[in-house]
């Protein structure tokens, strides 16, 4: 694997529940579609060149998802403070007061939504290995995903033969 690698082949590619993209000369995962992680058009148009069942976007754009369409970002969109109408005129103190409120309230939501979505990937994460793990403990398996109950108890019943070996039973 060379770490300059310019990534010129790329080739779509199912991802746990999603798709992405992958570099055909590297293997790297150049994107998925999954939560706030997106790739571009551009680079989905590009992956379909090497796959003749993908369906190509409409529009190569390098802002736009290329799976779901959703606008891409690096940064949440700035709020300005507001303290002046569209006409240029000086807004009342108490008009900019409250701006400053709610944009210290947006501030505080984004933060709180980052820690639900990093939650989210850890408990996602945690699902995954555990599906692998139900998987790989049966032939056939490798295509079927249990439902959480039948994945929970695998997985207490893993945990109570692990104690078992452990006593001595």
């Given at each position: 694997m060379s770490?300059?690698?310019?990534?010129?082949?790329?080739?779509?590619?199912?991802?746990?529940?999603?798709?992405?993209?992958?570099c055909c000369d590297c293997s790297k995962l150049?994107?998925?579609c999954w939560g706030d992680e997106h790739f571009s058009e551009s680079l989905w148009n590009r992956a379909c060149?090497?796959?003749?069942?993908?369906?190509?976007?409409?529009?190569?754009?390098?802002?736009?998802?290329?799976?779901?369409?959703a606008y891409i970002s690096s940064q949440p969109e700035p709020i300005e403070d507001l303290v002046e109408d569209e006409d240029g005129a000086p807004l009342p103190?108490?008009?900019?007061?409250?701006?400053?409120?709610m944009k210290a309230k947006i501030d505080a939501l984004r933060e709180?939504?980052?820690?639900f979505e990093e939650s989210f990937a850890l408990r996602d994460k945690a699902d995954m290995r555990a599906?692998?793990?139900?998987?790989?403990?049966?032939?056939?398996r490798e295509l079927i995903w249990p439902d959480h109950a039948d994945?929970?108890?695998?997985?207490?019943?893993?945990?109570?033969?692990?104690?078992?070996?452990?006593?001595?039973k």
């Open positions: 770490d300059n690698c310019e990534h010129k082949h790329v080739r779509p590619e199912v991802c746990d529940q999603t798709l992405g993209v992958v150049l994107g998925v060149l090497n796959d003749p069942d993908c369906v190509k976007c409409k529009l190569n754009r390098d802002d736009f998802c290329g799976l779901c369409g103190e108490s008009v900019q007061k409250q701006c400053r409120e709180e939504v980052a820690g599906i692998k793990m139900w998987q790989a403990a049966a032939p056939g994945l929970v108890v695998f997985l207490l019943e893993r945990i109570d033969a692990l104690e078992d070996r452990h006593h001595g």
